[in-house]
């Protein structure tokens, strides 16, 4: 059933959404501006966003934690809307299409179209093994009860996997801008119908499908 402030528009995200995403976005800033002070020295002064050296190591798991605590909230409401499926697949191996406008060649998209919902994965996995690797090589807390090759090893995968999620929020920034109205999706909460109608054909029908008895 349509629902939304003005007739032209279509809900899409509430405000406890919006509100999780922006605190992500913001908590991540924080994350990777330390993680990359502390990964060479040539980035070290990206440390100054948390006072110093010394605050960013101390900050940085405590950070990392928070983003993943964040993002957890965000994303889990969101599974199901997520999950792939086989007109996910074939929107995948179209999705030059998307380049060049040519919206009406790609498969119809529920509320997120294969590329989100692969996005979607790749971040969720990043935030997994970031946490667990974060853990092992936590020095003051817990990096002293594992041998030191599986410190080691974990600090080789958490820094392989940091850069993965920094090139993916990348990837869905530049996305974000590419498609005209999605940014608008994640500030005011709504889309036109237009909008819908383009790029989330599916999700559109959905949402204005009349309900019994209303």
Known sequence: MLKSLRPDQLPRYSTRERLLHWLVVIVFVFVAASGLALFHPSLYFLSNLLGGGTWSVVLHPYTGLAMALGFYAFAQPLWR???????????????????????????????????????????????????????????ANFARFFPIGVVRLAALVHAFVAFVLVVAVIVHVAAAAWVRGSLAAMTRGTVTLGWAFKHHRAWFREMIRPTDGR
């Open 81 to 139: 809307d997520n999950r792939l499926d086989p007109r996910d697949r074939t929107w995948l191996k179209n999705v030059r299409r998307l380049l060049d406008d040519d919206v009406a060649g790609l498969p119809e998209a529920g509320r997120y179209n294969g590329g989100q919902k692969l996005l979607y994965l790749t971040q969720t996995l990043c935030l997994v093994l970031l946490l667990l690797t974060g853990i092992v090589i936590w020095r």
